[in-house]
């Protein structure tokens, strides 16, 4: 392990110049008439941005009806990805990406628009033309080419730093110390397993910013059963003793999904195939997925693979034909201190508003 940290160590020492770099290099860019809130990370895989994002919607259609929101995402390994687009539906996750594809079938009211180039792609495409606008900048963190209002921080509280390096010695997208720049910490994935051992983090994140705020979450796990006979409707499903499931999934952190599927579940008997995060689940390997599944298994996988494995009828006339019966598992972020959270947005909304006279027209 000391050999490979010599051999290693100076590739991360160059990696953090050239994003150092890059960072210096890149100026950023006010977006117009807009409240913008970054969620990121600082480490490469999964955090539970996707559910902390759809967190963040669900409170802004909630307490603020008369703001439009729009989520602006790379639309990572999407088609469109490069062009930029605008989403009409969350039919095609092949041109515009499984995650801002989600969001638009969740939220069918919300712009949901994607690029390499957000600045471009923002421009181009956004049709709200009015002051009360909210975007939410998805995976922001690093994205300098973009002024923010306020930068969400997600750590996997099973892991909330790796290792400590930078890539590629470890899994950090930067130094721990930039997290100078966040505004608000939120721990995700918090159980009691992990709880008692993030106190120690809770230090050496003071230590960078004594008033940083920081959070912790948890998520909140329940399961539909898909009616592929029935154009895809979606119905309660209630776990029986006995059966056994197949968990199919390519994410971040595919061991916190079967973890989770276990106990939602309530089952240890779970067989699992587990593909690179934002696998595009194509014909040839769908088709090699139906013949794995076994005629007394149960499908079960996450809204994010879903989105793209149905885009596939072949698929799905397979599923239906050997009688599959499929299981979504279904996540929602839970806010520790969701009054304090959501007492920030609330005073981050209103600090718009004085800066943009909107205060008499609210």
């Given at each position: 392990m000391k050999i490979l940290l010599y051999l290693f160590y100076p590739l991360s020492l160059f990696y953090q110049f050239l994003f150092w770099w890059q960072q210096r290099e890149t100026s950023s860019f006010q977006l117009p008439n807009v409240l913008v809130i970054s969620v990121g990370n600082l480490t490469v895989g999964g955090t539970g941005k996707t559910p902390f994002v759809q967190y963040l919607v669900r409170f802004f259609r909630k307490v603020y009806p008369g703001y439009a929101v729009t989520i602006l995402s790379r639309g990572y390994k999407a088609e469109k990805s490069k062009d930029g687009a605008i989403l009409a539906d969350g039919l095609s996750p092949n041109l515009f990406g499984d995650e801002p594809s989600q969001h638009k079938e969740m939220f069918p009211d919300v712009q949901v628009i994607i690029?390499?180039?957000?600045?471009?792609?923002?421009?181009?495409?956004?049709?709200?033309?009015?002051?009360?606008?909210?975007?939410?900048?998805?995976?922001?963190?690093?994205?300098?080419?973009?002024?923010?209002?306020?930068?969400?921080?997600?750590?996997?509280?099973?892991?909330?730093?790796?290792?400590?390096?930078?890539?590629?010695?470890?899994?950090?997208?930067?130094?721990?110390?930039?997290?100078?720049?966040?505004?608000?910490?939120?721990?995700?994935?918090?159980?009691?397993?992990?709880?008692?051992?993030?106190?120690?983090?809770?230090?050496?994140?003071?230590?960078?910013?004594?008033?940083?705020?920081?959070f912790s979450s948890q998520f909140e796990s329940s399961v539909v059963e898909v009616l592929i006979h029935?154009?895809?409707?979606?119905?309660?499903?209630?776990?029986?003793?006995?059966?056994?499931?197949?968990?199919?999934?390519?994410?971040?952190?595919p061991k916190h999904v079967f973890e989770t599927a276990k106990t939602t579940l309530l089952s240890?008997?779970?067989?699992?195939?587990?593909?690179?995060?934002?696998?595009?689940?194509?014909?040839?390997?769908?088709?090699?997925?139906?013949?794995?599944?076994?005629?007394?298994?149960?499908?079960?996988?996450?809204?994010?693979?879903?989105?793209?494995?149905?885009?596939?009828?072949?698929?799905?006339?397979?599923?239906?034909?050997?009688?599959?019966?499929?299981?979504?598992?279904?996540?929602?972020?839970?806010?520790?201190?969701?009054?304090?959270?959501?007492?920030?947005?609330?005073?981050l909304v209103s600090t718009y508003e004085t800066k943009n006279d909107l205060v008499a027209n609210t």
């Open positions: 690029g390499r180039n957000r600045k471009k792609s923002f421009l181009s495409f956004n049709q709200i033309h009015s002051k009360k606008h909210i975007v939410i900048l998805d995976d922001g963190f690093q994205h300098k080419a973009l002024c923010r209002d306020f930068d969400f921080v997600l750590l996997d509280a099973n892991s909330p730093f790796g290792n400590g390096f930078t890539i590629p010695l470890g899994f950090l997208r930067e130094p721990i110390r930039n997290l100078k720049r966040a505004n608000a910490i939120l721990f995700t994935k918090i159980n009691s397993k992990n709880k008692n051992g993030l106190e120690k983090y809770y230090s050496n994140l003071k230590k960078i910013d004594p008033f940083l705020p920081i029935n154009e895809l409707a979606q119905k309660t499903f209630l776990p029986k003793p006995n059966s056994k499931y197949f968990l199919v999934t390519g994410v971040g952190n240890e008997s779970i067989r699992t195939k587990f593909f690179p995060d934002h696998f595009e689940f194509n014909e040839a390997a769908l088709s090699s997925l139906s013949d794995e599944i076994l005629m007394d298994e149960i499908l079960v996988t996450t809204e994010k693979d879903w989105i793209k494995m149905r885009a596939n009828v072949g698929f799905l006339r397979e599923l239906e034909r050997k009688k599959t019966t499929v299981l979504l598992l279904l996540i929602q972020v839970s806010v520790l201190e969701d009054e304090k959270l959501k007492s920030m947005l609330t005073g």
